[in-house]
């Protein structure tokens, strides 16, 4: 089967992974080229309700009130990996094992995916291949001001973005369009890579 990246994208409740819930998902399948296949999106009715950041909601704008017709955690689970296999075309919940999860800061979202796995008890299907956008431009980032390069201000999404001429659309945090904009980054940065001479 050839190379697939699954970019990953999560809204919560607060910041706390087993305590705070996700309350949407945004993902991108992309193919070996990083090309996009297809884009998943999801509002998640909170488990735990009463544990709602103030904080939370003033970055991603999702009020409670917008959740009350949501999918339950355990629902949108099984639409997300039906979604997976039917465009992805993995026959199976072990094939999974082979997508590469990529995103902005990916331990977090991680930490709170694996967390709702094991609240709708279901075991963990992917692998623990994970392509971080944030390290990469730390790395990308080192290249360019050793060699007197103009760099990225930060490594915040917006700052990565900036620096390769893309933005977000929107004012608030969107799971979906971060998870495509953490494509589109990733995507011109493995592009620059191939560009870039040793001596």
Not at 89 to 104: E, H, L, N, T, V
Not at 168 to 195: Q, W, Y
């Amino acid at each position: 089967m050839s190379e697939h990246y699954l970019c990953l994208d999560l809204e919560m409740s607060g910041q706390i992974p087993g305590v705070h819930d996700v309350i949407q998902i945004g993902a991108v399948l992309l193919d070996e080229k990083f090309e996009q296949i297809s884009t998943f999106e999801s509002l998640i009715y909170p488990e735990n309700e009463a544990d709602f950041d103030p904080g939370s909601k003033r970055i991603h704008g999702i009020s409670r009130f917008e959740l009350e017709e949501a999918p339950s955690l355990e629902e949108t689970i099984e639409d997300l990996e039906d979604w997976l296999k039917g465009e992805g075309g993995f026959p199976s919940r072990k094939a999974m094992c082979d997508i590469k999860i990529c995103g902005q800061g990916i331990n977090n979202d991680i930490s709170f995916l694996k967390a709702s796995y094991e609240t709708v008890n279901l075991t963990w299907p992917f692998a623990y291949q994970y392509i971080d956008l944030q390290d990469i431009m730390l790395f990308y980032k080192t290249i360019l001001v050793a060699n007197g390069k103009e760099a990225p201000k930060g490594l915040g999404l917006n700052a990565i973005a900036e620096y390769l001429e893309m933005e977000r659309t929107r004012n608030k945090h969107n799971a979906l369009e971060d998870a495509e904009l953490t494509g589109h980054c990733l995507s011109e940065l493995f592009r620059r890579a191939k560009e870039v001479k040793l001596h």
